[in-house]
């Protein structure tokens, strides 16, 4: 399979094109960036600019962008103007959010890339129509702006009422809008299990996130290395090997404060996975 790294592994420290080179060196094909004003600000044309030059002349390519969570630099601690949440129902602040939104889509214009990854919601938000009704609005308009620089947005299941692979499919099938999924491998432990949400969104997976937990905490741990987590990754791979073509293998991973080279780790990990062979293969 594929192999992708998502910059959530550094993304507390500015991105750049040392970084990038790193990760080409290390023989991976491509990145997802995760768009964090503290990693990379898409407000600062500079940094995009920078990376956009980087990105024309390298072997590794740009995958995805993963759409920002929050306005601010720390994490929404700035407050809670900070969330990013396209189903907000206040029309204002919706327009608010889908313009931030918008400014983040911009970096394809010089970093072209397949696929912008959109949350449907926050953490631990409860299931409410009318949220149904602002993140069809809010999207309707994001997938427009989207395609006109050829980037197509997906859906990832979250751990919250709204985002479950069973809600996305209900919210694809009442919207009707063509919208694909990135299949978060940890989130889905969290909630209906990894068999379970590949099952009902395995025709419309086209990336994925891959990172273990211990069932009730997102820590983003390193499978097969890291301690603590569950995942089954034998079942785990040969469900995302039954697709195979169809998406990534790409880690979305947390770096360890103890762990002297994330990097180096990362690459055992997408070994290790690989290397997993179910009964009779």
């Known amino acids: 399979m594929q192999r992708v790294l ?12 040392g970084w990038l080179n790193r ?28 990376l956009g030059h980087w990105f024309r002349d390298a072997k590794l390519k740009l995958h ?26 206040v029309k204002s602040k919706r327009i608010a959010v889908v313009d931030e939104v918008k400014r983040a889509i911009e970096v394809a214009e010089y970093m072209p890339c397949r696929y912008a990854v959109q949350h ?17 609005s809010s999207l309707e308009e994001l997938m427009i702006f989207a395609r006109h620089r050829d980037v197509e947005i997906l859906l990832e299941n979250i751990p919250n009422q709204l985002s479950s692979a069973e809600r996305l499919m209900y919210f694809v099938g009442i919207t009707h809008l063509p919208l694909n999924f990135c299949l978060d491998l940890g989130h889905a432990h969290l909630n209906e299990g990894v068999a379970d949400a590949f099952d009902i969104l395995k025709e419309r997976i086209r990336s994925t996130h891959v990172h273990d937990n211990d069932g009730t905490a997102d820590a983003h ?18 469900l995302l090997r039954s697709r195979d073509g169809q998406y990534p293998l790409l880690l979305e991973l947390k770096e360890p404060p103890d762990m002297d080279n994330p990097l180096e780790r990362a690459v055992e990990v997408f070994d290790r996975l690989e290397e997993i062979r179910h009964d009779g293969e």
């Open 64 to 89: 995805s962008i993963h759409l920002p969570m929050y306005t601010d630099e720390y994490w929404g601690q700035s407050g809670p103007n900070a969330v990013i949440n396209i189903t907000e129902t």
């Open 6 to 17: 998502s910059s959530h592994l550094w993304v507390n420290h500015r991105l750049n094109v």
């Open 23 to 50: 990760v080409q060196q290390a023989g991976i094909d491509g990145v997802e960036i995760f768009l964090a004003r503290q990693h990379l600000d898409y407000r600062n044309k500079s940094q995009v600019v920078e």
């Open 120 to 136: 449907l919601g926050v953490s631990g938000q409860e299931f409410d129509e009318k949220r149904i009704d602002a993140a069809f």
């Open 221 to 238: 741990l390193f499978p097969l290395v890291a301690e603590g987590g569950t995942i089954d990754w034998k079942q785990a791979m040969k």
